[in-house]
């Protein structure tokens, strides 16, 4: 692997990150240029409102290895990853976020594991998660702990920054869900990996581009992909309910047979809104998972792209 001449591809899915184009350019250039022998930047312009198609046009003058590929709306990050992986030709892909929150001060040491190691995924995994809410960092916690109770695939600290080789490239492309979370379907694939630890820097505008509606649907996409343990809880909620209906009948007859009256309808009216409110969360679920069921049956792209910049072609 290391004795022919490589080729990496960097890709970078972009949201409104117009003021970050240029600074991503010259910091990847500075930390990957003698690393590899030729290199190519794949920019996806996840169909961002300010002028991040502007400045990545004015880069492709000066930078001949820079290709760029415009989404035709906001597809998410998940989506426009795809686009960047499907268009890259290296023999190893790095994938980090726009935003320099992924250092790329870290690639020099991922590209040198991947070539030494020969593994097939080098993964940065967050030591520090940086400056973060706490409500942000309790739910990123719940979610990752129920996600490895149920999937089995311990995601706790893993990120998005990873460089993987073609062979697992092409095997993440077969994978043919439209409904994507790339570090869960990176995982599930297996190969040989090494992690190298990072510090998640601060983002430079401090505003982050998912909003908690996109947070929540990816949580429940990765969950949703990963695991139909939620669709037994109906069941294992209605053993128990129907454990203590046995016990409670058996208690109300002895009650009614002994003389003694059943007391008032506060017990009636609170199992009602139990049972009532357990019934609809258990229906959500189900509905949850048929959502995603009819969004992949109807099979329709991953995105569309709009216009793509391509110095070779
Ligand atoms: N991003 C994207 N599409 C989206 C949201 C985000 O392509 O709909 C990009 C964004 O421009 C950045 C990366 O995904 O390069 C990570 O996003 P962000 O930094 O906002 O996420 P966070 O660091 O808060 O997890
Ligand atoms: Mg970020």
Request: aromatic share 10%.
């Amino acid at each position: 692997m290391s004795n022919s001449s490589t080729t990496l591809s960097v890709v970078v899915p972009l949201y409104c990150e117009e003021e970050q184009v240029r600074k991503l350019y010259l910091s990847l250039e500075t930390y990957i240029q003698g690393q590899v022998d030729s290199w190519e930047l794949i920019l996806v312009d996840d169909g961002s409102t300010d002028n991040t198609w502007g400045e990545i046009q004015t880069l492709s003058h000066t930078s001949s290895n820079l290709r760029a590929i415009r989404l035709s709306r906001n597809f998410g990050k998940e989506s426009a990853l795809c686009a960047g992986l499907e268009a890259a030709r290296g023999d190893a892909i790095l994938v980090l976020d726009g935003d320099l929150q992924h250092p790329p001060s870290l690639i020099p040491d991922m590209i040198r594991i991947w070539k030494e190691k020969g593994v097939n995924i080098v993964e940065a995994v967050k030591e520090d998660r940086g400056k973060e809410s706490f409500v942000n960092k309790c739910c990123s916690s719940l979610f990752y702990g129920l996600f490895s109770r149920f999937s089995g695939f311990d995601l706790r600290g893993a990120s998005d920054f990873k460089l993987i080789d073609r062979q697992v490239r092409d095997a993440w492309l077969k994978m043919g869900e439209r409904n994507l979370f790339f570090r869960g379907m990176i995982a599930w694939l297996g190969f040989r990996r090494e992690p190298i630890p990072f510090a998640v820097e601060e983002r430079a505008d401090g505003k982050s581009r998912w909003s908690t509606r996109k947070l929540i649907r990816l949580a429940l996409t990765g969950f949703t992909s990963f695991s139909g343990a939620f669709l037994r809880l109906p069941s294992v909620l209605g053993v128990f309910f129907f454990i203590s209906a046995v016990i409670l009948g058996i208690d109300a007859l002895y009650m009614k047979f002994s003389g003694k009256a059943v007391s008032g309808f506060t017990t009636v009216i609170l199992l009602l809104l139990i049972i009532g409110s357990l019934l609809l969360i258990c229906l959500g679920i189900i509905g949850e998972y048929l959502a995603r069921i009819y969004e992949e049956v109807k099979g329709r792209p991953r995105y569309i792209i709009r216009e793509k910049l391509d110095n070779d072609e």
